[in-house]
């Protein structure tokens, strides 16, 4: 089982729509989350941490559960400027600074 | 505050030859991370440097990989002689608490192409 799967979509949906991505994790001592977004052929761009208790960042929202061993991403009213990649990143804690990636879920948002 | 900055951004060498990429991190960033992308695949990690000491060179793939970062400042990851397979785009990224909080600012790459 890898330690970070995502599901690679893509997933196309229509401008204004809501879409939700999830990304389950393998290691239970994993301790931070974030979100990241990806344009072709450019560098990842940290788009968000994600709480334990949850958090919203304008149409984003950011959930985990610990319990299920999985984060997830929440868009709102999608805009055409939301297509991009979304990568998972994990990392553990107790003193392993790895960062674990995703191999990322891909969104298109059409007119 | 200038990002983090690659040179170069692309590199075309043929097989046996060496190639040396360069990272300069956020300035005052101790932790500096060397990252690569094969494509169809997810982003893997190299090696992780705290100021000029490797801190976990765990995914360096083998021994003609060799990642510098004197003064703890810049840092480079030399490939000596590249193969085929080291094909991809190599990340760098800095982060000025490990990641934990504030998670990674990354370079824009060096897409390295072996023919």
């Known amino acids: 089982r890898k330690e970070v799967e995502q599901d690679p979509g893509p997933f196309n949906v229509p401008e204004g729509a809501t879409v939700a991505f999830n990304c389950t994790y393998s290691?239970?001592?994993?301790?931070?989350f974030f979100w990241y977004r990806q344009d072709c052929r450019k560098e990842p761009k940290l788009l968000m941490s994600?709480?334990?208790s949850g958090n919203e960042d304008g149409r984003f929202t950011a959930q985990l559960n610990r319990a299920s061993q999985y984060i997830s991403l929440l868009i709102r009213d999608s805009k055409l400027s939301d297509s991009a990649t979304y990568l998972c990143?994990?990392?553990?804690?107790?003193?392993?600074?790895?960062?674990?990636f995703g191999r990322g879920t891909s969104l298109i948002v059409h007119p | 505050e200038a990002g983090v900055t690659q040179f170069p951004s692309h590199s075309v060498i043929e097989k046996g030859q060496t190639v040396t990429l360069r990272c300069d991190p956020i300035s005052g960033h101790d932790n500096l991370y060397w990252y690569r992308r094969v494509m169809g695949k997810e982003i893997k990690f190299l090696l992780h440097?705290?100021?000029?000491?490797?801190?976990?060179e765990s995914g360096m793939p083998n021994n003609r990989f060799l990642a510098e970062r004197t003064g703890g400042t810049y840092s480079t990851l030399k490939v000596q002689p590249a193969e085929l397979e080291d094909s991809g785009v190599y990340f760098c990224?800095?982060?000025?608490?490990?990641?934990?909080?504030?998670?990674?600012?990354f370079g824009s790459g060096t897409r390295l192409t072996v023919v």
């Open positions: 290691n239970s001592a994993s301790q931070s």
């Open positions: 990143v994990v990392r553990l804690s107790g003193g392993s600074y790895i960062p674990t």
């Open positions: 440097f705290v100021k000029e000491s490797k801190q976990d």
């Open positions: 990224a800095s982060s000025q608490d490990d990641g934990i909080n504030y998670g990674y600012t």
């Open positions: 994600v709480y334990s």
